[in-house]
Nanobody, 117 residues
Framework: VQLQASGGGLVQSGGSLRLSCAAS????????MAWYRQAPGSQRELVAG???????EYVHSVKGRFTIARDNAKNTVYLQMNKLKPEDTAVYYC????????????WGQGTQVTVSS
């Protein structure tokens, strides 16, 4: 199983980035997908998730700014991040799991997002 994340980088406060995660080795259509993030000195947190059926959830701090989407034809999940803030700075991880609690998930490598003030 591979979850290949890309799209991170350095952006100014108020800017936008789009993360992508290409999955291989799994039947993508039946997996719930999510993005987690971990900032220095902080615990890893669920940022956004999308079920196999397309239902979405977001942590409160990103609601209205971030959008998660999936393209089952491309085995890819996206995270569109708008109005970025310095507190969004973290390593972002793509996750795949067979349940919405993301128990026993597959993890991708992280991609760094840095938002300058």
């Amino acid at each position: 199983v591979q979850l290949q994340a890309s799209g991170g980088g350095l952006v100014q406060s108020g800017g936008s980035l789009r993360l992508s995660c290409a999955a291989s080795g799994i039947d993508f259509r039946v997996y719930d997908m999510a993005w987690y993030r971990q900032a220095p000195g902080s615990q890893r947190e669920l940022v956004a998730g999308i079920s196999s059926g397309g239902s979405t959830e977001y942590v409160h701090s990103v609601k209205g700014r971030f959008t998660i989407a999936r393209d089952n034809a491309k085995n890819t999940v996206y995270l569109q991040m708008n109005k970025l803030k310095p507190e969004d700075t973290a390593v972002y991880y793509c996750v795949a799991a067979l349940d919405s609690y993301y128990s026993d998930p597959y993890w991708g490598q992280g991609t760094q997002v840095t938002v300058s003030s």
